[in-house]
């Protein structure tokens, strides 16, 4: 029998991703156009999956497009105040009666599980209904905003026991007042206050596109200062909601494209991702390394020392020397790592450095890191007022030179190392001196 080693090979290295967010919630916000797509059979699939796995599932659902059609169709022209709709009572009637219906057109869709389908057997809840209470959006520049509302409050008590008995609640963009009223909300709002309240995990906002772009590169991941920047130079909705999102508390923001099959996997459940991540807190992080980080370490170096690249540790010579080591670590996994060693003198003093054992994952290659990783290592070393350091490598040599070391005889080396020297390696020998910073 033949084995698909990639189908093994993501799901082992799915399993931690898939642990943290056991018992974690996460919402997840789709536009109308989104639910209109050929690929929204294959999302809800993977919803699905995502409540077998014991996430704790929101599904925020917009109806922009469903509601500009039908609304066409009648021969109204709606009245924008910005990007957000003027409701008067007319414009109220047909966003009941498109949201209502594309409600249970969603509905339907999470309920199918015919033999040999993904959701068979699947017995998927859905739970929906006067989950969101609203109050008028009011008056916003002399315009009177009718029918459209803003989120007052999310019944975080009722969406929890639905979500602990394995539900997947759906929340649409109307919300009821303490008068029997009912408003017409942004769902991206209304998604942002559902993060907000129930604290999630994550938010995932779908739009039509995946990465986003500056200066027509992909960008894949920006901290909540980074994504400002950007977006006063996009006119981006999403975007935007992100970074509301992060500055109300929500820890990670991903916007992915619904016309991708399997993006959502992709991106909850591997390190490379598939869209872009917006997030307020260090997702990645460089640090020196402790002794739980020995099998990370390993993971990195093992390629390399079977290619010749890096000089044979064992697993014990690591554990005596991870106080030399410093880590890259994204979303809390080791993705790159270095060490640094003193050089010592006759007297026993330490008179220079040497940069050893730097690897990369390379799925993260080319990002920068190696070069960051080198910075913080020369950090280190001028804070024990050393004026060089050294490395000695096989195969990488311009990479270092292209960061001002050069080329210098073995004989330059410090007498203790030089005395270590390996002959059979043959490794290069480059020294940078250290400025005074």
């Not at 690249?309 to 697993?315: E, F, G, H, Q, Y």
Request: proline share 3%; aromatic share 6%; glycine share 8%.
């Amino acid at each position: 029998m033949s084995t698909d080693n990639t189908t093994l090979n993501w799901f082992r290295h799915a399993a931690p991703y898939i642990n943290d967010l056991r018992g974690r919630t996460l919402v997840v916000a789709i536009p109308g156009e989104g639910i209109e797509h050929e690929n929204f059979r294959n999302l809800v699939h993977d919803l699905a999956l995502l409540i077998s796995l014991g996430v704790r599932l929101v599904l925020v659902h917009g109806a922009r497009a469903q509601v500009n059609r039908m609304l066409e169709q009648v021969g109204i022209n709606s009245q924008f105040c910005g990007n957000t709709r003027v409701t008067d009572r007319d414009t109220l009637e047909i966003i009941k009666g498109a949201v209502g219906k594309l409600r249970f057109e969603i509905e339907a869709s999470f309920s199918q599980g015919l033999p040999d389908s993904p959701m068979a057997r699947s017995a998927l809840k859905i739970i929906s209904g006067n989950l969101v209470a609203a109050r008028p959006e009011g008056i916003i520049d002399g315009v009177d905003m009718g029918w459209t509302g803003r989120v007052r409050r999310i019944d975080v008590g009722a969406i929890d026991r639905a979500l602990e008995q394995g539900s997947l609640v759906l929340l649409s963009p109307l919300g009821t007042s303490l008068t029997g009223e009912l408003f017409n909300l942004n769902y991206l709002d209304l998604a942002t206050e559902a993060a907000k309240a129930l604290q999630a995990e994550k938010l995932v906002l779908f739009r039509d596109v995946p990465q986003l772009e500056v200066a027509g590169e992909p960008v894949y991941d920006l901290n909540i200062n980074q994504a400002e920047e950007v977006a006063e130079k996009l006119d981006s909705e999403t975007l935007n909601c992100a970074i509301n999102a992060c500055n109300s508390g929500t820890q990670r923001v991903h916007l992915l494209s619904y016309a991708d099959n399997g993006v959502l996997l992709q991106e909850l459940f591997s390190r490379e991702g598939a869209g872009t991540m917006i997030y307020r807190d260090s997702y990645e992080v460089i640090r020196r390394a402790r002794i739980t980080d020995v099998g990370g370490i390993l993971g990195l170096i093992r390629p390399l020392e079977k290619q010749g690249i890096l000089v044979r540790r064992s697993r014990e010579k690591l554990e005596a020397e991870i106080d030399h080591f410093t880590l890259v670590e994204v979303d809390g996994t080791p993705v790159a790592c270095a060490a640094l060693y003193p050089i010592l003198d006759d007297q026993g003093d330490t008179v220079a450095a040497e940069v050893a054992c730097v690897a990369i994952h390379p799925e993260f290659r080319g990002g920068g890191r190696g070069a960051k990783l080198l910075q913080h290592l020369e950090r280190q070393a001028r804070a024990l007022d050393l004026g060089e350091i050294y490395v000695l490598t096989t195969q990488t040599e311009h990479w270092f030179i292209e960061r001002g070391f050069t080329q210098v005889a073995v004989s330059d080396l410090p007498a203790s190392r030089q005395s270590l020297y390996n002959i059979q390696r043959n490794s290069r020998v480059l020294r940078k001196p250290l400025k005074a910073q």
